[in-house]
């Protein structure tokens, strides 16, 4: 049957349309391609090839390409092909993040080098040898890098995952490179210029969004468009996300994303359902677990997913097909790694972290630590995870069967990760290596917002009661900072330090509520204020980075993290820097394993006699010194059997005034 004929307006109407349409399409696709090579270039554009564009000229072509884009794909589009709303609003929330990565952004900083050199070792050498990268960015002088493995390869303890994803957009930087040379510019051809560090910072940003619309494509269908898109929206702006998207791009933690969210989206489709399906989930998960190899953890889902499948009496022989598919797809996908490591190391499976055997201590937990100090705590860094922990809670009692099994990746990771050797995640925005829970904790927090919004349609005066408690708390607080004398009534004072005054003031008596409860545990054990639990947890005397190298330098602003009670205000007696104790005062200090220590005390007793001080270790006594009338040092060893693993509370009883300028503890010759 033939389709009606339409009437000569509507025939030009559509083909007006479809003009337009191509014409939108083609001055959107060179306004991106001009952003496109100014962030890879540094600076060169299509549009004003002799003017490297100024932040404002950057913002400006940012906002017209989103202009040409909603035209484009809301107003000019079909209507069954027109961009959702969700979709929407994640597509203009690129712009200010490529703003931040391009303007702000760093590139070869922290652990970026580390998984850089795998991109060019692979494409410039055919190895995995990095000597001459190492040596590039000056690291052979390095202990753990100085000294050739047993293969004659320097060592890494980065997966090979994101070098290897990030292959593309390194040679699409070689053809940029000789086309730039052939106009006449000078470029880098080393693999350590910038077009290439920018073209590889820019390929990890694009995985980092694609990351987004997949996260958002597997929320669409239990939570509708707009909500899955303000999850989203909240998740990526409100977490470490942003953080590694655009700041530190050159991380693994983008591409884990990705292909995390690529493997729920393909379970939520049922891709274990058919052979090729399993295949194609399995590599998905395979290579993600080359990218960070802790998402090994979801084999689990599809494990039992099989399992479930043989309860409901399946074919037996599809059972197997399908979970073969899947194992062969799994060890395609961490064949890399496998390579990697056996070029480096030697052997195709390492029987422990190639951080070291150390490194994962499954018998020794920091949980609290690791989800509420201040060090990088995940819930207290950024509380939007709480949200997404809370919400996890209800969906999981509506629909036991679909999500209660996300609980496992959930605790397995978040136990692992507190056991490792650097529960803190190094120099880390937020706690990163929670990265790959970021699809289960998208689900958690579209399940608040959809609960949340409903009881506020349903209770709208809860609105009213917000406003109510957040004025009070408002107020009070700063009466409390004025009671401690934090701050003065009768002051001018600016909103930053009336709000700090406030905050300080709020966190000695209760703590702060992303801290909690952990802060109430630490207070009831210590006999201390919730407070002190933001600066006291992970402050070590001596393991891994950022320790105190065994010295706690009091009267320095620093030292607010080491004191508990008993200490007076900062003072200055010349070059040092003190603070005094009237008759008895707490340190707490914390160990990651007892042991026996020498304790010194940089002290004076201010007067015409000195001073005895009796000194105690987590109640017990460890013993005494005498403090003189000048600056001297006195001290004490205490055995192994006083200390204990984590904070330790050491305790001074002064018959009269002291004061102390540091406390050193020295280990013993070994």
Not at 130 to 137: D, L, P, S, T, V
Request: proline share 5%.
């Amino acid at each position: 049957m033939k389709p009606p004929k339409l009437s000569p307006v509507i025939a030009e109407e559509m083909r007006g349309t479809r003009v337009c349409r191509r014409a939108a399409s083609l001055v959107l696709g060179i306004l991106i391609a001009d952003l496109i090579l100014i962030v890879v270039t540094g600076g060169l554009s299509i549009l004003t090839p002799s003017l490297k564009p100024t932040p404002m000229a950057f913002a400006a072509r940012e906002v017209l390409v989103a202009l040409v884009l909603g035209v484009r794909v809301r107003i000019l589009a079909r209507e069954d092909r027109r961009l959702s709303s969700g979709r929407l609003m994640l597509a203009l929330a690129i712009f200010p993040a490529l703003f931040h990565l391009h303007f702000i952004g760093r590139r070869i900083t922290g652990d970026a080098v580390y998984y850089y050199v795998y991109t060019r070792s692979m494409i410039r050498d055919a190895d995995v040898d990095f000597a001459n990268e190492y040596q590039h960015y000056d690291l052979l002088r390095r202990g753990d890098f100085s000294m050739p493995t047993d293969t004659g390869h320097r060592r890494s303890i980065y997966s090979v995952g994101p070098g290897l994803l990030w292959t593309p957009f390194f040679v699409a930087a070689d053809g940029l490179n000789l086309v730039l040379n052939g106009l006449g510019f000078e470029v880098n051809t080393s693999g350590y210029g910038p077009v290439h560090i920018n073209a590889v910072a820019l390929g990890s940003f694009a995985y980092g969004i694609a990351a987004l619309f997949v996260i958002h494509a597997f929320l669409r269908r239990p939570f509708g468009d707009r909500l899955a898109g303000g999850a989203v929206l909240l998740l990526w702006w409100a977490s470490f996300y942003e953080w590694y998207l655009a700041e530190q791009p050159l991380t693994s933690h983008p591409l884990s994303v990705v292909l995390v969210a690529a493997f729920f989206l393909l379970r939520q489709k049922e891709a274990l359902a058919t052979s090729g399906g399993s295949l194609v989930m399995g590599l998905v998960l395979g290579v993600g677990m080359s990218v960070r190899w802790q998402n090994g953890v979801y084999l689990l889902l599809p494990a039992v997913d099989l399992l479930a499948a043989a309860a409901r009496r399946e074919a037996l022989g599809g059972i197997v097909r399908r979970g073969l598919s899947m194992s062969a797809g799994v060890f395609v996908g961490i064949l890399p790694q496998m390579l990697a490591w056996k070029a480096i190391y030697g052997e195709y499976l390492l029987s422990y972290p190639p951080h070291g055997a150390d490194f994962l201590r499954l018998d020794r937990p920091f949980l609290l630590n690791t989800l509420f100090s201040s060090r990088h705590g995940l819930l207290s860094w950024t509380p939007v995870f709480w949200l997404c922990v809370l919400g996890l809670i209800p969906l999981t009692r509506r629909h036991p069967r679909r999500f209660a099994i996300l609980w496992a990746p959930l605790l397995i990771m978040t136990y692992v990760n507190a056991c490792s050797g650097d529960w803190w995640s190094g120099g880390a925005y937020s706690n990163r290596r929670f990265d790959s829970l970021l699809p289960v904790f998208a689900l958690g927090l579209a399940a608040f917002l959809q609960s949340a919004t409903t009881f506020v349609r349903r209770h709208p005066t809860t609105l009213l009661a917000g406003l109510v408690i957040g004025g009070a708390v408002w107020n009070l607080s700063f009466v409390r900072a004025v009671q401690r004398e934090e701050a003065r009534a009768g002051d001018s004072l600016t909103f930053a330090a009336r709000s700090l005054a406030a905050a300080r003031a709020l966190s000695h008596d209760i703590g702060f509520p992303t801290t909690w409860p952990a802060s109430w545990i630490f207070a009831a054990r210590y006999d201390a204020s919730p407070g002190a639990f933001d600066l006291a947890a992970g402050k070590y005397l001596f393991y891994r980075q950022n320790n105190l190298n065994g010295i706690a330098d009091i009267g320095t602003d620093d030292d607010s993290g080491l004191i508990l009670d008993g200490f007076g205000a900062i003072r200055q007696d010349g070059p040092i820097a003190y603070r005094g104790v009237e008759s008895e005062g707490r340190l707490i200090v914390s160990l990651d394993l007892p042991e026996t220590l020498g304790v010194a005390f940089a002290a004076r007793s201010p007067g015409d006699r000195p001073s005895k001080v009796e000194v105690t270790i987590n109640g017990q006594a460890a013993g005494s010194f005498q403090v003189e009338t000048s600056w001297g040092e006195g001290g004490i060893e205490v055995p192994q059997a006083l200390w204990a693993r984590g904070p330790n509370i050491v305790t001074l009883h002064a018959d009269r005034r002291i004061d102390i300028d540091r406390v050193s503890f020295v280990r013993p010759e070994r």
